[in-house]
């Protein structure tokens, strides 16, 4: 029996026995199964003659200290066949237990990220660690060596090609690649050695059952009540505003007409995948003014004018401090950006120029940065030690990571996240579901 690849599947010629996940294809007349199978090939068939990967082996040696719980997570990951996922919070050094599996293995990786930041990010922090040349994929670069780092896009338009090139598959925020395009990246690299790196392991909308299937399972995982030792001590502030008699009434009346056509067809939202049923159903006039009136209610909870007096007092009170506003949307960040003369980072920020304001804040030049989600995850974002959540999402997962910015540790440091919500607006409900599971202080309480 012969192993070979082939965009993406794993053609196995005169299998001396067959197995369910191995099917005959009738267009090129062979045995071939999907890539990520290779694994369960080289068990079932131990003396197949391996064409798939090139022997390799590559000096990927450093001098780097582990914490204990890295340590524990590295063990527990190679204990599992060298595969699974580890969940830490942000600022608990995930990177570092990254690239200690990379020099356990020594072989041919490619670490795959998000956002072109990152990329950066980890080809920076790969090249002084190992001293070698890492290759980039992506980001206009088409650069492919023995360790090379990636973008998802271009390791997703490139998974047939490089399905074994690489032994290693690592994967930062490893969440996204339960998406129903990403996934196929998983599914036609052969590598046989997996690691998945992420904050939170679970998703809204269940799909994190795939990242079971093709990555391993979750093999480690500590929260943040659990790291006081290595983050800065925090606590968490919630601070209910009242809405102006005008806005309230406006948001009553908008909510209003948002509920009654969710009564009227039976729709609850339960979670984003109900939100998308509700957009689908409102191709229609009435659908489009419960569309529109959920949107108003929503911009009145978010832009309050209390809500913008409310952060005046809270830099008044930490002035000097180095400190994110987060918000939902890019509106809210510019209002706040113009109303406070700060820099503002959304999508809509040019590369060089949000490089210039991260490089300023983390010189001090500027000690307050307005954003939207663009800085929830897949940017290194300098250490500060306030957070403001203006406006936010339900997500578990956007909250940890919002926290895991201000707990990156430093001498005498106390963070601080404030939570800014609306009294008497869908806000509260949706402050509850982020929070779930997330303590209010680095004691737990």
């Given at each position: 029996?012969?192993?070979?690849?082939?965009?993406?599947?794993?053609?196995?010629?005169?299998?001396?026995?067959?197995?369910?996940?191995?099917?005959?294809?009738?267009?090129?007349?062979?045995?071939?199964?999907?890539?990520?199978?290779?694994?369960?090939?080289?068990a079932d068939f131990p003396d197949a003659e391996d064409r798939v990967f090139k022997e390799m082996k590559i000096d990927l040696k450093h001098n780097e200290n582990l914490r204990s719980y890295q340590k524990r997570a590295v063990e527990l990951w190679s204990s599992n066949s060298f595969s699974g996922t580890v969940v830490l919070p942000t600022a608990a050094g995930k990177t570092h237990i990254g690239m200690e599996a990379m020099s356990r293995l020594s072989t041919s990786t490619l670490v795959v990220a998000p956002t072109i930041e990152l990329v950066q990010q980890w080809r920076d922090r790969l090249q002084k660690v190992f001293g070698?040349?890492?290759?980039?994929?992506?980001?206009?670069?088409?650069?492919?060596?023995?360790?090379?780092?990636?973008?998802?896009?271009?390791?997703?338009?490139?998974?047939?090609?490089?399905?074994?090139?690489?032994?290693?598959?690592?994967?930062?925020?490893?969440?996204?690649?339960?998406?129903?395009?990403?996934?196929?990246?998983?599914?036609?690299?052969?590598?046989?050695?997996?690691?998945?790196?992420?904050?939170?392991?679970?998703?809204?909308?269940?799909?994190?059952?795939?990242?079971?299937?093709?990555?391993?399972?979750?093999?480690?995982?500590?929260?943040?009540?659990?790291?006081?030792?290595?983050?800065?001590?925090?606590?968490?502030?919630?601070?209910?505003?009242?809405?102006?008699?005008?806005?309230?009434?406006?948001?009553?009346?908008?909510?209003?007409?948002?509920?009654?056509?969710?009564?009227?067809?039976?729709?609850?939202?339960?979670?984003?995948?109900?939100?998308?049923?509700?957009?689908?159903?409102?191709?229609?006039?009435?659908?489009?003014?419960?569309?529109?009136?959920?949107?108003?209610?929503?911009?009145?909870?978010?832009?309050s004018r209390v809500k913008v007096d409310t952060v005046r007092y809270v830099l008044s009170k930490h002035r000097g401090e180095k400190t994110i506003i987060f918000s939902e949307d890019t509106n809210t960040s510019y209002l706040i950006s113009k109303e406070f003369l700060m820099p503002c980072i959304t999508y809509l920020t040019p590369g060089p120029e949000r490089k210039k304001y991260l490089d300023m804040f983390r010189r001090g030049a500027v000690t307050a940065i307005a954003t939207s989600r663009v800085l929830d995850e897949g940017v290194d974002v300098p250490d500060a030690s306030i957070g403001i959540i203006l406006s936010g999402s339900g997500s578990t997962r956007q909250f940890r990571q919002r926290l895991g910015r201000i707990l990156r540790p430093s001498s005498g440091k106390k963070a601080t996240l404030y939570e800014i919500v609306a009294r008497g607006t869908s806000e509260f409900a949706t402050s509850r579901r982020r929070r779930k599971g997330v303590p209010d202080s680095a004691d737990g309480s």
């Open positions: 029996m012969r192993l070979s690849y082939e965009a993406g599947t794993i053609i196995v010629s005169d299998p001396s026995s067959t197995r369910d996940y191995i099917a005959f294809d009738n267009r090129t007349r062979t045995y071939r199964t999907e890539g990520y199978l290779y694994s369960r090939l080289k070698m040349e890492i290759g980039q994929i992506g980001g206009g670069e088409k650069d492919i060596r023995d360790v090379s780092v990636s973008t998802y896009d271009s390791a997703y338009l490139m998974a047939e090609k490089l399905g074994n090139r690489f032994r290693f598959l690592l994967v930062d925020e490893v969440h996204h690649l339960a998406a129903e395009r990403y996934v196929e990246i998983a599914r036609m690299f052969a590598s046989p050695y997996r690691m998945g790196l992420t904050a939170t392991y679970e998703r809204t909308d269940m799909l994190h059952e795939r990242l079971q299937q093709f990555m391993g399972g979750k093999v480690f995982e500590l929260g943040y009540e659990e790291l006081t030792e290595y983050l800065a001590d925090y606590q968490i502030i919630r601070i209910p505003v009242e809405l102006e008699q005008e806005e309230e009434e406006e948001y009553d009346k908008n909510r209003k007409i948002f509920l009654t056509y969710l009564r009227k067809h039976r729709m609850r939202m339960r979670g984003p995948w109900d939100f998308e049923k509700f957009i689908l159903s409102s191709w229609n006039p009435e659908g489009r003014e419960a569309l529109i009136a959920w949107r108003k209610a929503r911009s009145i909870a978010f832009n």
